[in-house]
């Protein structure tokens, strides 16, 4: 009993499994790579907050919080659970119309919102749902990253000239930039040229240098020697410090279940970039990740930040690459980010107050670029496979509609994609190459040769309502067109792993009326649990156990003996001689 109670410790608490296997040589690795993470995650968190609307305070309380408890429970070496770019501007989009241009319900709200995705992430972990972030398209994803990426950008872009924002769609308020640009503030339009200047040309060129640490750092300094804040440019103000304490939002019912709904888009996308970025590490270093693990951890993460005071949280996948790049083997490192954070909070707050606006923004449009992914547009265009145009009804959709409603039209999209898909098979007429059992669609395989009185037919999906009737009535349509002397039907179902009651039932159907033409039905290549149905359902004593095969070659070789049989029996047939026959 002892010997199983650290593995049942360790599947709810990981840390148990790898903090006491940590050498000194992993620690040594670890902490470096951890002071690397806080030279990004720290800029990044304060601009982060920016985007969510909240304090920059805000966004290293979410950072710190998110880095430890993911720590202790998350099942990847090297994610980074801390303020991404896209939950930020998700968060904006749903509290935004619900506070009321009030700051204190908007800060309670958003830890309100933090904790509604962390609950139903916690859920999700808890019945083991790891698997619903598979049911977004990845040009679904790709297209609605693209177009979030956009939003936020355009968002920031005030902040550059030093002009107001203007509300509305994106192209609303890029009109309203374009129209403002009469009154562009250009010293600050130099500041922020210069941050993305720099932040960029860092990137390209020395990329493990921490650019936003550099910017960040830069723009405090530029305040203060060229009295920069007199002269016009934004910059943070008073940044008050101090550690993050525990506070229950103080919010209505009402607001509960708004909130409650709203974070159902937030988890999906949270989760479907966390996931990915855990498992693309995880892939690198050879180890495994636990989805329904990561759903629990990000959960607890998430609710732990709502409660003290920070936002929604999440796993980015450049703050994760920063980690791994740094040398980090566990999770420790992400501990010692979360420590020098917390040191940040008590310390050196009253530093930032000089910290121009611009430079945030800069902060936030270079840690963003990488999400506008035209190259893999690109791709999809290449493939050929319709990706770009879902794609990009996505991005479209961000842009018009809003990013929560994007995202309601980017799942729509994913959902008609897939029934689309499902409902359409590619079936196919399978022939048999020449001196083999091999059986080949003879579309794709011209030189295959047919069997004289054989149709051997495959549809390459699952038989479900959607798509059933158009399959028997495919296979209809090809009776027609068959020569008269068509006896047997094949029906290869290797594809169809599972068969609803509505396909049973059309099923039975044609093979009614197959008897009817003087057509047998065979079925070859049948899953078991299908066969199970067919048993229960009648349907095999219907259509008769000897006509279920294994394979088709074993079908194919049935009928080519009952058609020997047939000649045999007819040629031993005794014949009236001529004579009688003409009397």
């Known amino acids: 009993m002892s010997s199983n109670k650290p593995k049942t410790l360790s599947s709810y608490l990981p840390i148990t499994a790898w903090l006491p296997a940590c ?42 919080v998110g880095l430890l408890v993911y720590a202790l429970l998350g099942s990847s070496r090297h994610l980074a659970v ?32 933090a904790i509604s995705v962390g609950a139903l992430l916690l859920i999700g972990g808890i019945f083991k749902l790891g698997f619903v972030s598979e049911f977004i398209a990845k040009p679904v994803l790709k297209g609605f990253v693209f177009g979030l990426a956009l939003t936020i950008m355009l968002r920031q872009a005030p902040k550059l000239f030093g002009v107001e924002k203007t509300k509305g769609n994106f192209f609303e308020q890029l009109w309203g930039l374009i129209q403002s640009l009469n009154h562009t503030h250009f010293l600050t339009l130099a500041v922020g040229a210069a941050a993305l200047a720099v932040t960029f040309g860092i990137s390209a060129i020395a990329p493990r240098v921490p650019s936003a640490l550099v ?16 002269r016009g440019v934004e910059v943070v103000g008073r940044m008050p410090g101090g550690m993050p304490h525990f506070v229950l939002p103080k919010i209505g019912a009402d607001n509960w279940a708004e909130l ?21 590490f995880a892939a690198k270093y050879n180890y495994d990740v636990n989805p329904n693990q990561e759903l629990k951890a990000l959960g607890t993460a998430n609710i732990a930040s709502g409660l003290l005071q920070g936002f929604v949280v999440g796993g980015g996948m450049s703050g994760t690459a920063a980690n791994a790049s740094g040398g980090a083997r566990t999770q420790l490192s992400t501990m010692v980010t979360s420590v020098l954070t917390l040191l940040t909070l008590g310390f050196l707050m009253p530093m930032f107050r000089n910290l121009p606006e611009a430079v945030l923004a800069a902060i936030v449009i270079h840690a963003v670029a990488h999400l506008a992914d035209v190259g893999e547009l690109k791709r999809y265009a290449r493939l050929k496979t319709g990706g770009i145009w879902v794609a990009f009804t996505a991005l479209i959709g961000v842009l018009a509609f809003g990013i929560l409603n994007g995202l309601v039209l980017a799942v729509c999209l994913t959902l008609i994609a897939l029934m689309k898909k499902l409902s359409a098979p590619q079936e196919a007429v399978l022939g048999r190459l020449h001196g083999t059992g091999t059986f080949v669609d003879i579309k794709r395989n011209p030189e295959a040769e047919l069997i004289p009185g054989l149709l051997i037919f495959r ?41 609803d009651v509505t396909s049973l039932d059309l099923l039975d159907q044609l093979r009614s009326d197959l008897h009817t033409m003087g057509i047998q039905l065979y079925l070859a290549r049948v899953a078991e649990p299908v066969k199970d149905l067919f048993a229960r359902s009648g349907f095999t004593e219907r259509l008769g156990a000897d006509r279920i095969f294994w394979g088709v070659d074993m079908a194919v070789e049935t009928y080519l003996n009952s058609i020997a049989q047939s000649s045999e029996q007819f040629a031993n047939t005794p014949t009236r001689p001529s004579a009688e026959l003409s009397s």
């Open 23 to 64: 050498s000194a040589e992993t620690i040594r690795a670890d902490v470096l790579a951890g002071i690397a993470l806080a030279a990004l995650l720290i800029p990044e968190g304060m601009a982060y907050a920016g985007i969510a609307g909240v304090p920059p305070y805000a966004g290293l309380f979410a950072a710190a």
């Open 82 to 113: 801390s303020p991404t770019s896209g939950s930020a501007a998700m968060l904006a989009a749903l509290v935004g119309p619900l506070a009321g241009g009030d700051a204190l319900t908007y800060m309670q709200m958003a830890s309100a919102a």
């Open 215 to 230: 910017v960040f750092v830069g723009g405090i300094l530029a305040v203060r020697v060229f009295g920069l804040a007199d």
């Open 260 to 280: 409650l709904s709203g974070a159902v888009g937030i988890v999906l996308i949270l989760y479907a970039e966390a996931l990915a970025a855990a498992r693309t």
């Open 459 to 499: 549809p390459n999906a699952i038989l479900f309502f959607a798509n059933a009737n158009r399959v028997m009535n495919h296979i209809r349509e090809l009776v027609k067109q068959s020569p008269p002397q068509l006896r047997v039907i094949i029906l290869n179902l290797e594809a169809a792993s599972e068969v």
